[in-house]
């Protein structure tokens, strides 16, 4: 079957950094996404991955290793706003997008 | 209005009830989908329509009934629902089914749906 796998919840504190990982086991894949979600509101795009090495987005960077089937959602100088679920999805050979449960990150002060 | 909006935000139906939850998106694209959130799940794929043509029903019950009557719009009609169907439903749009970088999914923000 197809699997991704990311840790429930992570906590961290403001200005830090943090690391959410991400590991799949997919029939084929084109392409990794991380979307970000806060409570109560709609998952909204953060980035998108197909070949492996790190893509940096303003505080916001993601790698990939397709070899090893892992990615990861790294966020430097942490903010309260960062609080929110982080989901990581995978295109898979059919082009269908398996999702992942999400990691509930915690921000405290 | 701009994105994709979801009406009503919030549902308590009982399960005899009939409802229609609605989506509409303004983003020009040919792909929507519908999908149900329960709390520490996967999202789950429902339904896809791609230029209005149901593409993917991925095992869902006769309870739940998709419509689209034209790339904007989005509906699922509700009937007879169980308890264990209460849960987020969030409609999605994109550009194509071709899932690379330019087929990003954009969401809704979703029906809040309870089933007494």
């Known amino acids: 079957g197809q699997n991704i796998d990311q840790p429930t919840e992570m906590t961290a504190t403001e200005g830090a950094i943090v690391q959410i ?36 987005k303003g505080r916001f960077s993601s790698f990939l290793s397709r070899s090893k089937g892992y990615s990861y959602l790294l966020l430097k100088e942490l903010q309260m ?29 | 209005e701009t994105g994709v909006t979801q009406t009503p935000r919030h549902l308590v139906m009982g399960m005899t009830n009939k409802k229609s939850l609605k989506c509409e998106q303004h983003l020009g694209h040919n792909a929507m989908y519908w999908y149900k959130q329960s709390a520490k799940k ?5 339904f896809v329509y791609n230029f209005k043509e149901q593409t993917e029903n991925n095992s869902v019950p006769s309870r739940f009934s998709p419509e689209c009557p034209n790339s904007s719009h989005l509906f699922l009609h509700l009937h007879t629902l169980q ?24 969401f809704g923000p979703g029906t809040r749906l309870t089933v007494l």
């Open chain 2, 42 to 46: 996967p999202l789950e794929l429902m």
């Open chain 2, 83 to 106: 308890p264990e169907d209460s849960a987020l439903y969030l409609c999605a749009s994109s550009p194509t089914l071709a899932g690379g970088p330019t087929d990003t999914q954009y």
């Open chain 1, 81 to 109: 706003k960062d609080s929110a679920s982080y989901l990581c999805a995978v295109v898979d050979s059919n082009y269908q997008l398996i999702w992942g449960a999400g990691t509930k990150l915690i921000i405290k002060p």
């Open chain 1, 21 to 56: 990982n991400c590991t799949y086991q997919t029939s084929g894949f084109n392409g990794l996404f991380w979307y970000q979600q806060h409570a109560g509101e709609a998952p909204t795009f953060l980035s998108y991955n197909v070949l492996d090495g790190l893509e940096e």
